[in-house]
């Protein structure tokens, strides 16, 4: 059974900073699939950015703000938030797909202040 542990995350200014990071477990699996998604209040689940395989998808209102990263030797995936704006607040969850099982993190709340 995959484990996923977030960290980071937080307030910020408009215009600010953040990077969240998801590792997964056990680690003698590559993890493929992974990336992160996030839900608004009242609002559904989006992707925001996600790896398959080589191919990285990014929803359109994060292209050039946001980058994702993956460190294959740790089965980790970062995502770097450039230019935060008040309408990316949301709690974020990191995701993997392995062996057609779907996975999901706790979530980690960004609170972006205008």
């Known amino acids: 059974q995959v484990q996923l542990g977030e960290s980071g995350g937080g307030s910020a200014q408009a215009g600010g900073s953040l990077r969240l990071s998801c590792a997964a477990s056990?680690?003698?699996?590559?993890?493929?699939?992974m990336g992160w998604f996030r839900q608004a209040p009242g609002k559904s689940r989006e992707l925001v950015a996600m790896y398959s395989g080589a191919i990285i998808d990014y929803a359109d209102s994060v292209k050039g703000r946001f980058t994702i990263s993956r460190d294959r030797t740790k089965n980790t995936v970062d995502l770097q938030m450039n230019d935060l704006k008040p309408e990316d607040t949301a709690v974020y969850y990191c995701?993997?797909?392995?062996?057609?099982?779907?996975?999901w993190g706790q979530g980690t709340r960004v609170t972006v202040a205008s």
């Open positions: 056990p680690t003698n699996f590559w993890y493929m699939n």
């Open positions: 995701k993997v797909v392995h062996n057609g099982v779907t996975t």
